[in-house]
């Protein structure tokens, strides 16, 4: 059997018309990310990945319509959200089965053709934003609150979590970073999606198969991760030793490091300016500035970029919002690379099943209970 690579590294395992990642250049189906972070809103983004061409005014329109109609959850799952232990519970945990939830009360969840499936999509993408701000309200003993038709995508998230209206710059903030976080080309949470679709299983599988491995701090997880870090570090001057000591540990900077940039991702740079215009409006500058001397000596000492996790702690945390609430935005964002792959992996499928290369011991004789030492 052919050699095994480690993680699947450089492995192409399949075509892709959503996103490309070429000498360090993302682009959504053929649009630079560069373009798309300085003048797309959120649901455009929605639209290309999920039609493979930017929307007019009208179809723009409709796509906010219809997210803005589809926000509201029911009270079946506001009830479930109320169940959970939620001085414990992690809300990436509550976010799987919320959406596994949804799936249950969704009648055409089993429906596979591409119609329902389209259906499915807007709701999905619509109530994940609500999941996720009713979640972090009720556990903060609030009500949650309802979503305005006349809002955007981006305005109606931090609308439903803070249940104020926001701030231009606020609204900037998280349409930028959802347009930054939206795809990824085949980043783990979005094979993991194929892989689970390609047996032909419903959507709702195929998402919470994806925010499973979304959670975890190699991947998504690693935005939190960052914040706690700087929390730790406390102050500028400790950055320094601080990230020597982990070096010295052997143990990983979160938000440092690529599989695919090995130079820098292209994302980081829009959410670091974005980290230093929020910071300052707070008067919070010390993340900002600690950042920086992280981001500059990991790559001085061990040519480590800053990936998209590192500078969206701060932008978060400049908003307000709490830690662990990071990677769900994170999901909520990616929802919508996760349906175009799971849309394009339904329509051209093939069962997804590589091979392992056995290491184990050779064939031997087997050895009846009684007679094992
Ligand atoms: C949205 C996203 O998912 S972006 C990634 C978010 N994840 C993180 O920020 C977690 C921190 N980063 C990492 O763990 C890694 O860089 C990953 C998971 C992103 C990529 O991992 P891989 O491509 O497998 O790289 P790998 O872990 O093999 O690292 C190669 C070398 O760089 C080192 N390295 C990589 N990342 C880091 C890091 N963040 N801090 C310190 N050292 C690191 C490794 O220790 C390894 O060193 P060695 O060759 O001396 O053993
Ligand atoms: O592509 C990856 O491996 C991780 C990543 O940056 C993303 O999912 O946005």
């Known amino acids: 059997m052919a050699n095994t690579t480690k993680g699947l590294e450089n492995i192409v395992a399949t075509q892709s018309a959503i996103s490309s990642i070429i000498d360090d250049q993302l682009s959504y189906v053929g649009y630079k990310i560069d373009d798309l972070a300085e003048n797309s809103s959120f649901e455009e983004i929605i639209y290309l990945l999920w039609n493979q061409k930017l929307p007019t005014k009208s179809e723009l329109d409709d796509l906010k319509s219809d997210l803005a109609k589809n926000m509201v959850i029911s009270d079946a799952i506001i009830d479930h959200l109320r169940s959970y232990d939620l001085k414990s519970v992690q809300p990436m945990a509550a976010?799987?089965?919320a959406v596994s939830l949804l799936g249950i009360y969704d009648e055409e969840a089993d429906e596979t053709d591409e119609a329902s499936n389209k259906r499915k999509a807007i709701r999905i993408q619509a109530k994940i934003a609500s999941i996720v701000t009713a979640f972090a309200r009720i556990r903060?003993?609030?009500?949650?609150?309802?979503?305005?038709?006349?809002?955007?995508?981006?305005?109606?998230?931090?609308?439903?979590?803070?249940?104020?209206?926001p701030e231009d710059i606020e609204i900037e903030a998280i349409n930028k970073a959802l347009v930054l976080h939206a795809d990824h080309e085949l980043n783990a949470s979005t094979f993991t999606a194929r892989v689970c679709v390609a047996t032909l299983s419903d959507i709702y599988s195929g998402m919470v198969a994806a925010i499973g491995a979304l959670k975890g701090p190699l991947h998504g997880g690693a935005n939190e991760n960052v914040m706690k870090m700087l929390h730790e570090i406390g102050e500028e001057e400790n950055a320094i030793p601080y990230i020597q000591e982990k070096f010295d540990n052997k143990e990983k900077v979160m938000g440092m490091g690529h599989r695919v940039y090995r130079n820098g991702d292209p994302r980081a740079k829009f959410l670091r300016e974005m980290s230093r215009q929020l910071t300052k409006r707070t008067g919070q500058e010390k993340w900002y500035n600690m950042s920086i001397k992280i981001e500059e000596y990991v790559k001085e000492q061990k040519g480590l970029p800053a990936n998209v996790d590192f500078y969206s702690a701060t932008v978060y945390h400049s908003l307000g919002i709490e830690e662990d609430l990071f990677t769900p935005i994170f999901a909520v964002s990616r929802t919508s690379g996760w349906i175009a792959h799971i849309l394009e992996q339904y329509a051209d499928n093939r069962l997804?099943?590589?091979?392992?290369e056995y290491s184990g011991p050779d064939l031997r004789e087997y050895v009846s209970i009684n007679d094992r030492s």
């Open 352 to 356: 997804i099943r590589p091979r392992a």
């Open 95 to 97: 976010l799987r089965t």
């Open 140 to 165: 903060d003993g609030k009500d949650p609150v309802q979503p305005k038709e006349d809002l955007g995508y981006s305005a109606n998230f931090l609308y439903m979590l803070n249940g104020e209206e």
